[in-house]
């Protein structure tokens, strides 16, 4: 775009306009500071834009000018996630404006909004999955327990609710099944797979009762307290194995069920069967994790193939 004059005085206007809209957004709302300065920037740079021949001010610009400097924004290389916060910047200063009585149209009502992509859930390599189910000390009763614990989740790519909520009786080993009530208080059966079955009968076996001393309890997986573990209590527990596994990215109990899915559509499972072991009620739920395999499939490719 050609370089125009700035008009100063319609600036220094627009920019009073703007620090107007910032304080009763603070007043209003209560917005923190990150959030104000982001909006600020958003409209200090449109005004800037408009005062240099193209529209004139903020209060004069229509819908035609606002798609105009939107798509000079993409030129520029913003992604869309920010434009879509533009947008929404956009909608609120023009709405403020209006109950001002300074317009009597928003000329930002009709703007779409971009199409922003699912972003992936985080998920982990097969090695590092491996890493992680090594960590616990096996010769602490409550190392045996969190062993079996991270074993079946990552067999059964339950939710961490579904996995602390498990009782002794959810657990049929004879037959390698769990009865699990997930969301909606859908039961569903689910295969554990002989490995992990082994260690949760290594551990009702040999620590279960050791951690609970004199305590009774149905649940499975328990404290030395006597109660059910929480969800908060394993995800401390997932990432202080993360640490002795060497995995410096944050890990959450949620990874272990997003790699999970993604290992066994790596290995050829069909989606229909993953929507069904991990209880998602819509096939397109599950769908996202066929983008990860085929992430991964990209970067295997890239980095094997002769024309990689």
């Known amino acids: 775009m050609s370089k125009k004059p700035l008009n100063k ?3 220094a206007a627009d920019e009073q306009l703007i620090e107007q809209f910032m304080d009763a957004l603070w007043m209003e709302h209560g917005l923190s500071k990150h959030t104000l300065s982001a909006y600020q920037t958003d409209l200090k740079g449109l005004a800037k834009w408009a005062a240099s021949g ?8 229509d819908k035609i000018h606002l798609q105009s400097y939107l798509a000079h924004r ?3 290389g913003i992604k869309a996630r920010s434009t879509a916060r533009m947008l929404s910047t956009l909608r609120r200063f023009y709405q403020y404006q209006i109950r ?6 928003d000329p930002s009502a009709l703007l779409e909004s971009p199409k922003l992509g699912v972003p992936l859930p985080k998920t982990m390599s097969e090695r590092e999955v491996e890493a992680l189910l090594e960590a616990p000390d096996l010769s602490d009763p409550l190392g045996l327990r969190d062993r079996a614990m991270l074993e079946l989740l990552y067999a059964t790519g339950l939710r961490v609710s579904e996995l ?5 009786t959810d657990i049929s080993l004879a037959q390698g099944v769990l ?3 997930g969301k909606g208080d859908k039961e569903r059966m689910v295969p554990m797979g002989e490995e992990a079955a082994s260690w949760i009968r290594n551990y009702v076996k040999n620590a279960r ?3 609970l001393g004199q305590h009774v309890s149905n649940s499975l997986f328990v404290t030395r307290r006597g109660s059910a573990m929480t969800r908060q209590m394993f995800w401390v527990i997932i990432k202080r194995h993360a640490k002795t596994a060497g995995i410096r990215e944050s890990l959450s109990p949620h990874v272990l069920r997003h790699a999970f899915a993604t290992h066994l559509l790596n290995h050829g499972a069909d989606l229909r069967v993953v929507q069904m072991l991990l209880g998602h009620s819509d096939l397109s739920t599950t769908q996202i994790y066929t983008h990860i395999a085929k992430e991964r499939l990209k970067e295997l490719h890239a980095q094997h193939h002769p024309r990689g």
Do not use: Y
Request: charged share 20%.
């Open 54 to 61: 193209h529209g004139g001010g903020l209060l004069s610009l």
């Open 179 to 181: 009865r699990v009530v």
């Open 9 to 11: 005085a319609q600036l």
């Open 100 to 105: 001002e009585n300074r317009l009597s149209e």
């Open 164 to 168: 602390v909520n498990l009782e002794i």
């Open 74 to 76: 993409i030129t520029q």
């Open 209 to 211: 009762g050791d951690i």
